[in-house]
């Protein structure tokens, strides 16, 4: 990480940290609301974060998330929690870490790590608005204003109905639970890691090798899809499954049974497929109705897809043609899926 010098060269940096941290105490954020802070204890609160940044400004930002998450502290405490802070980037991640694991709430923990997978291995920077509902997606859960109530995952979520009021999605209840290692881009609207630092801090941690983000993010997508009506579809929720959702499939490793099954219910003519298709066809001019569900896999090279439908039906790479005449191996050969390619020319 490149360190931000906070001296008068870069005395913005400094002003907005100052800034931050008095907007903290003045409206009883710092230490969860529950310490009385005076002024002269904000300046020596000031005065430690400065001293001990050595000029990283990031690290100062994290520590003043920390202490905004510390509760019912005395002040000798509390002075001695700032003589202990976290050394570098590193250690306040894992004191962050360490807080999402022990939110009281038995769910918080599992949809923060969500909402972290999601931020990681979108193809494109998600909007608040389409983060809360992929992280309420993956819960399999309804939502209340202050947050999700979980009904026991995605495998036991009933049929999704076919219309919802958006608003009651608290879009502020992933980045709350995430405790600040998501920022957001107030310019572009768009969640994002707050440095890149995050990703290989998170890439490290075993939950995240076991459970790859595309894992998750593939049989969210597949579930919705095979099961979700039409109607449902076309709503907000699912704006992050119909764009992406098969993308992820591509870059999960390690399918999981769940998602080889899922696999096998929707690359298949069936309503599922149909519903997808028509949103998908805004935009993919490539696809149409009627389309075989071979041409698709192809396309998004999905290379077990094809073997699995072609040893179902070995004639069906000839019927696997688009509108323009492009045929499933043209489609695979379009973003260079060598090995669909191969797959595909030994049954043509």
Known sequence: MTPVEMDGENSDDVNRFERETTACVEDRVLFDGFVEVDDEFKREIIKKLREKAGGMFLWAELQIKILCRLKRMTLSQIEARLDKLPPNSA??????YDMIETEPDEDDPVNAKNALRWVMCSDRPLSPETWSHAVWLASGVQTKRKGFEN?????KFPNPPASYEPTIIDAEYPRRICHNLVGIDSKRNVVQLIHLSVREFLEKKPEFTETPPH???????????CRASPEYM???????VNEHGLRHLLHAPNRSKRILSLQRSF???????????QTAMVHDKELCMGIDPLFVA?????????????DDDPKRSSRAINVHGR??????????????IDILLKFS
């Open 91 to 96: 250690s306040a991640y894992d004191t962050i």
């Open 151 to 155: 009904h026991g995952g995605l495998q």
């Open 234 to 240: 076309k709503g907000p929720a699912t704006a992050c």
């Open 327 to 340: 045929t499933a191996p043209h489609a695979a050969a379009q973003l260079n899926h060598c090995d669909v």
């Open 298 to 310: 192809a396309s998004y090279g999905l290379a077990q897809v094809c073997q699995d439908l072609l």
């Open 215 to 225: 894992a998750v993010a593939a049989e969210t997508c597949l579930s919705v899809l």
């Open 267 to 277: 690359f298949r003519p069936s309503l599922a497929f149909n519903t997808w298709l």
